[in-house]
């Protein structure tokens, strides 16, 4: 039952529509479902709560088996909306490691990646303002 997206649609109560939402949204629309909370010195510096995870960016897991962790973002991949973090792995049966999924809501951004000029004109936009 794939429709088309709708942008019109504004919210609903019901977790299976608030599913499809996600399911069928574009990219630049998952993009922004991408973004993380900042931590509390970064909030004052950007005067902004949250902003879009970016691979390189030094976080801290809050929610999950590996909370309290402190890693870079390895990956991030927009159509599972997950991130994946270096010392947040998990051993496989035939012993080797994969990263563990985890949804950039349960992460606490610490240090932003600005190697990216357009980040960091974006950032810089934020300061100004």
């Given at each position: 039952?794939?429709?088309?997206?709708?942008?019109?649609?504004?919210?609903?109560?019901?977790?299976?529509?608030?599913?499809?939402?996600?399911?069928?949204?574009?990219?630049?629309?998952?993009?922004?479902?991408?973004?993380?909370?900042?931590?509390?010195?970064?909030?004052?510096?950007?005067?902004?709560?949250?902003?879009?995870?970016?691979?390189?960016?030094?976080?801290?897991?809050?929610?999950?088996?590996?909370?309290?962790?402190?890693?870079?973002?390895?990956?991030?991949?927009?159509?599972?909306?997950?991130?994946?973090?270096?010392?947040?792995?998990?051993?496989?049966?035939?012993?080797?490691?994969?990263?563990?999924?985890?949804?950039?809501?349960?992460?606490?951004?610490?240090?932003?990646?600005?190697?990216?000029?357009?980040?960091k004109k974006?950032?810089?936009?934020?300061?100004t303002k």
């Open positions: 039952m794939r429709k088309a997206f709708s942008k019109k649609w504004i919210s609903s109560k019901q977790p299976r529509k608030q599913r499809k939402y996600n399911a069928n949204s574009p990219f630049n629309i998952r993009q922004k479902l991408m973004s993380a909370h900042l931590s509390e010195e970064l909030i004052k510096k950007y005067k902004r709560r949250n902003i879009s995870v970016k691979k390189g960016d030094k976080i801290i897991i809050m929610r999950g088996q590996f909370k309290g962790k402190l890693g870079l973002i390895n990956k991030v991949n927009l159509r599972k909306l997950r991130i994946y973090v270096d010392g947040a792995e998990i051993a496989k049966k035939d012993g080797t490691k994969s990263f563990y999924p985890i949804h950039p809501s349960n992460v606490l951004i610490k240090e932003l990646n600005l190697e990216d000029k357009e980040r974006s950032v810089e936009r934020l300061i």
